[in-house]
């Protein structure tokens, strides 16, 4: 796991967001510190992408307050690379021109794309063109880094791969993380903390360290999620927190 800063990457308090006369997210708590990875689950229409764009400030909000310092920085589940642009106009998107190439160059390569600067997004597979949405995440030196199921559209070894570039780039840079994901699996493999979503709240959390059990809250999950019944959770007091972030 990563080391953690004092100093949050983000605070959410009293969140409320709301489209018409629904309420998608009521009264919401989160704190996300620098170097932390976040994971959170929950079924579909429960507010987690609701919530991600409200971190983004992509959507208002109708309550509460965000204090983000800093723009985060976003990956989606599609790329979203412009076509007419080579991969380091791509990644330099938004950035300075004094040095935009030299930036985008060295961030291609922690990617391992360093020698495809003037490639062109057509040429790239779907687990490469991720790769450059991450480097173009990560040239801004976020302080929040909020990923939206990015891994969903690849092939199960393409995104092993990508579990483990995104460890070791976290590590590098230490922004705090929230993703967004449906793979109980993978925000195990990847987060300290995993955040429940149920109604527009959270509904439970489980902090992972070296003393947690994998298997146990890997069934705590499953179960909080209907999938495993209640009687087959194999939790144990050290490795669970049934308390709300």
């Known amino acids: 796991m990563s080391p953690i800063s004092a100093a949050p990457a983000v605070a959410v308090r009293r969140l409320v967001r709301r489209y018409g006369e629904r309420t998608v997210i009521d009264g919401l ?28 400030g992509l959507d208002p909000i109708d309550g509460g307050s965000v204090d983000a310092p800093g723009r985060p920085a976003v990956v989606f589940q599609e790329h979203r690379l ?18 935009a190439r030299t930036r985008a160059a060295e961030a291609l390569a922690e990617v391992g794309l360093g020698d495809r600067l003037d ?31 990015p891994f969903a559209a690849l092939d199960a070894l393409t995104r092993l791969r990508m579990h483990q570039l995104v460890k070791e780039l976290i590590a590098r840079h230490r922004p705090g993380v ?9 925000a195990l493999a990847l987060a300290d903390r995993i955040l429940l979503m149920r109604d527009g709240a959270i509904a439970h959390e489980i902090r992972l360290s070296d003393e947690v059990s994998i298997q146990a809250a890997r069934a705590d999950l499953l179960a909080q999620l209907g999938v495993l019944p209640a009687d087959r959770r ?12």
């Open 234 to 245: 194999q939790s144990s007091p050290a490795s669970l927190s049934q308390t709300p972030a």
């Open 178 to 186: 929230l993703l967004v994901t449906h793979d109980v699996d993978e």
């Open 82 to 99: 412009l076509p007419w642009g080579s991969l380091w106009r791509n990644v330099s998107l938004g950035q300075p021109e004094e040095g």
């Open 29 to 56: 708590d989160l704190t996300i510190q620098r170097g932390e990875f976040v994971a959170l689950l929950g079924e579909s229409g429960c507010g987690k992408t609701t919530l991600l764009r409200a971190l983004a």
């Open 119 to 149: 490639d062109w997004p057509r040429n790239l597979s779907g687990g490469q063109a991720q790769r450059v949405a991450l480097a173009r995440a990560l040239v801004q030196e976020p302080e929040l880094l909020l990923l939206d199921e």
